[in-house]
């Protein structure tokens, strides 16, 4: 029998969607449908219900996991015993991660580690946005709020520390800050309150004179933007706008702000290699990013 069907036989049964599975292997979606009618031919059995909502394993499919995921196993074992098991890895790893450490940590970074695996291809939704890993839209999520439950490998990736910033020119123009009180004479740039995609970033509330917001938006970039071009004061991650020379700390001793990254992954994944891989370079780049992330006051 041969083992590419059953890998995409595996693949399938997890994402539940040919385009899904497909961006997984890294091939045209028809492979995929053309495997699993080879394999289904060989077998005898049907293994999916073709429906318009995606692919559910019939009773012959769901019997067949197991044994198929031992089979994959085992596969990992052997690799993990060659040298370099990694270097001939291919196809896609979707990771979904916030706005603000997606575009201004891990682009970057991911263009090394895609140098090195040139067969591995890595889809970046750095979005203004939560993502579903329950609806296939990632393989590797780094987000605010740790899941209270699910089928989920979970790890806490990294602190980060966000401060009140403002722009040099805004600074100049207006009353000068020593102390929180001063900030009732200051406009705010922030995010749309009924549209922020997690709780943890709602700073505002816990900063005294703070009700003069002149700009909202969802993304933290355009705040970041803002910023720079004077519209006020924001709250933003130190890992950005420390190196923004537009942008001047303001109150460091008094106003800072501590929020946690976690990253997890579909359970049913923690086997495959290349997400596997993934999963342990965001791990090592968020170490060595420690300076960075939590700067000293």
Avoid at 75 to 89: A, H, N, R, W, Y
Avoid at 185 to 198: A, I, K
């Amino acid at each position: 029998m041969d083992w590419n069907n059953l890998r995409y036989f595996l693949e399938l049964s997890r994402a539940g969607r040919l385009t899904t599975a497909a961006r997984r292997l890294g091939v045209d979606h028809t492979t995929v449908s053309r495997r699993i009618q080879m394999l289904e031919k060989n077998l005898g059995v049907q293994l999916f219900l073709r429906e318009n909502s995606g692919y559910t394993l019939t009773e012959a499919g769901r019997s067949l996991v197991p044994q198929v995921e031992l089979m994959e196993s085992a596969s990992v074992g052997i690799e993990q015993t060659l040298p370099d098991p990694f270097d001939k890895l291919s196809g896609h790893v979707r990771i979904g991660v916030t706005e603000g450490y997606g575009t201004t940590l891990l682009a970057p970074q991911l263009t090394e580690f895609c140098r090195r695996y040139p067969n591995l291809h890595i889809d970046l939704l750095a979005l203004p946005r939560a993502l579903r890993l329950s609806r296939h839209e990632a393989d590797i999520a780094i987000t605010l709020e740790r899941p209270e439950r699910g089928p989920y490998i979970i790890t806490k990736l990294t602190d980060y520390v966000l401060q009140l910033y403002a722009g040099r020119e805004y600074l100049s123009q207006h009353p000068e800050i020593r102390s929180r009180a001063d900030l009732k004479e200051h406009r705010f740039v922030s995010y749309v309150d009924d549209l922020v995609y997690s709780k943890e970033l709602l700073f505002l509330d816990e900063l005294a004179g703070s009700e003069d917001v002149s700009l909202r938006s969802t993304s933290i970039l355009a705040q970041q933007e803002a910023v720079a071009a004077g519209a006020g004061l924001a709250i933003l991650p130190a890992f950005a706008a420390d190196r923004d020379p537009r942008l001047v700390p303001v109150l460091q001793d008094q106003v800072r702000f501590v929020r946690t990254f976690w990253m997890l992954m579909p359970i049913e994944l923690k086997n495959i290699a290349r997400v596997r891989l993934t999963w342990d370079f965001l791990r090592t780049m968020a170490k060595n990013s420690q300076a960075r992330l939590s700067p000293q006051t």
